[in-house]
């Protein structure tokens, strides 16, 4: 039971980098009361347990790794959540997409396959033209290998110098034409975001966060390993 409960507090707070610092503060005072009722021993046990497990069971070995078709990985930083791809035609034009995973995991479905889904931003600038135009997009698992985006929000920013920035929110695209969101959604195909794009942003971003969930247990484990025996 102590152990089950205290793998547990591990993955919270793995999860809780995603979310304010108040979320922290909730699970340490649980995670103390875990410390204080297992000898170090025991918890260096759990915690090799654990990594040999998240080692030994690959949640995502086998799943559509999509492609990036035309864009190249711009950013991506062990440390960091998020990435950046960028592409440029031969016009000039430059589309730049940043995504991260959302906060909260979902409720995975049985032919579901990722527990969290991405948000992105995606930068388009015409050549010769200070102004970009953004879309933040919500990215999503549609079925088994198949995915998809949404588009919650939209901005035209303008230059600095310029008059204030237009903005349309999540009001705007819940009451616009279905045929005009369609139409925006075929745009952003055109750049490049198609499906494919949307598999790699779901599969790399979770293989990501998988990744850097096993390197803090390792950490983790080297600091307990290190510390004086009580």
């Known amino acids: 039971m102590i152990q089950s409960t205290l793998v547990f507090v591990l993955r919270r707070l793995r999860e809780a980098n995603f979310r304010e610092k108040r979320e922290m503060r909730k699970l340490n005072p649980l995670l103390k009361r875990g410390l204080k009722a297992i000898e ?25 790794t999509g492609s990036l078709g035309d864009f190249k990985l711009d950013w991506d930083s062990p440390e960091s959540q998020d990435i950046v791809l960028k592409r ?103 750049k490049g975001v198609s499906e494919g794009l949307t598999n790699f942003l779901l599969c790399h971003l979770n293989k990501k966060e998988q990744d850097q969930y096993v390197n803090w247990l390792r950490r983790l484990e080297s600091t307990m390993s290190h510390s004086p025996k009580p």
């Open 40 to 64: 170090n021993g025991d918890l260096l046990k759990i915690l090799q347990s654990e990594i040999r497990h998240e080692i030994s069971h690959p949640r995502f070995q086998g799943v559509e």
């Open 88 to 190: 440029q035609f031969d016009s000039g034009e430059k589309v730049v997409v940043s995504a991260l995973l959302q906060p909260e995991p979902i409720e995975l479905e049985d032919d579901l396959v990722f527990p969290r889904e991405a948000h992105a931003k995606v930068c388009i600038k015409k050549p010769g033209l200070s102004s970009i135009l953004q879309f933040h997009c919500r990215v999503y698992e549609s079925g088994s290998g198949s995915s998809h985006f949404d588009i919650e929000s939209a901005y035209f920013i303008r230059s600095f110098v310029s008059a204030p920035s237009s903005t349309y929110g999540d009001h705007f695209f819940s009451q616009v034409d279905p045929k005009l969101h369609s139409a925006l959604e075929q745009y952003l195909i055109s």
